[in-house]
């Protein structure tokens, strides 16, 4: 099969096209035929070697952690998935690999495919609607009433939690260019700062819950906005020393990630909130939930733009500009 793979850790070095052997599939396993990749900055940062400490792979290795797929052959043990099943993932780590044509995945990764979206849109919705679920339902426990800050709304993660935070019944506030205010009302935002104009610190204030995306002056001005009891929850780090316990990382990472987040945890335990990193983890039970919600209508995918896999470079390129809105992916098939 043909696969975009890197052969060792590399910010500028682009993907390589190579032909490799089709996954063998294990008794717990289902074979994909991919017919969609979404791409995520995730990607981009273990391509780079940025979280080489925490995910520690083996080279040569296929990227790409969303796919949209039929199943082609299935493990002896598998019990929910047939072959011809429509289906989607975000493979677990240390098995990922969509940038390829074909993938064997766990069945616990995996859900059907919403029957009311194309494959590249079901393409682009694992990975950050799994870490919007993860964020406001799993950690936050977000209920109706309550007031959730989603930074960088027009993001692959952004649209997707304002369409759950609302489904949830909260006011959603986020940030944006004013460029990307329509669509963002239109996924139900209630409070929209323009980045450019406006501090969201001076705008925003008695929140339970802020959904944090972007760099470490940004997590930190984002305590301020939180009420006394408030949650801080960063997809974006610093990643702390329950992070590093919850991966069974050794004493030298738990050492590191303690001293590397200790400004932040100090400065939450002071204004009396609570600050948790999330790093999204594969779940298909929490995927068929989301898949439920797709076909309700309460949450959209919304695609930038779709390459073709031959362009898997330009589209992480693209993924990379911080241009995007919505999410980005690839066609394979």
Do not use: C
């Amino acid at each position: 099969m043909k696969a975009f793979q890197i052969r060792k850790y590399d910010k500028k070095a682009a993907l390589l096209l190579a032909e490799v052997p089709r996954p063998s599939v294990k008794d717990n396993e289902v074979l994909v035929e991919v017919h969609a990749s979404g791409l995520n900055l995730l990607d981009s940062k273990i391509k780079s070697g940025e979280l080489k400490t925490i995910l520690p792979y083996q080279f040569p290795l296929i990227l790409g952690h969303d796919a949209a797929g039929t199943v082609i052959q299935v493990g002896k043990n598998v019990k929910h998935f047939k072959v011809g099943d429509p289906v989607y993932a975000r493979p677990a780590d240390f098995h990922i690999g969509t940038f390829a044509e074909y993938i064997a995945i766990n069945e616990n990764d995996l859900a059907l495919k919403p029957k009311n979206i194309s494959m590249e849109e079901a393409a682009s919705i694992p990975l950050v609607a799994l870490t919007a679920w993860q964020a406001l339902v799993e950690i936050g426990n977000v209920q109706k009433g309550q007031k959730v800050f989603i930074q960088a709304g027009s993001g692959g993660v952004g649209t997707i939690a304002i369409q759950l935070a609302k489904y949830l019944g909260a006011t959603v506030a986020t940030t944006a260019s004013e460029k990307s205010f329509d669509i963002l009302k239109s996924l139900g935002a209630d409070v929209l700062i323009d980045y450019k104009k406006q501090d969201f610190e001076n705008v925003l204030q008695d929140y339970d819950l802020v959904l944090n995306s972007q760099d470490t002056a940004t997590l930190k001005k984002s305590l301020h906005v939180l009420k006394p009891g408030g949650k801080l929850i960063s997809i974006s780090g610093p990643p702390t020393p329950d992070f590093a316990r919850a991966i069974g990382a050794p004493w030298y990472i738990k050492m590191i990630l303690s001293l590397t987040s200790s400004s932040v945890r100090k400065k939450a335990e002071k204004l009396g909130v609570q600050y948790s990193f999330l790093f999204m983890s594969a779940n298909g039970k929490q995927l068929h939930e989301i898949t439920k919600l797709i076909e309700s209508g309460d949450i959209k995918p919304v695609v930038d733009k779709v390459f073709p896999f031959a362009q898997t470079n330009e589209a992480l390129s693209y993924v990379e500009s911080g241009r995007a809105k919505g999410k980005i992916v690839v066609k394979v098939r």
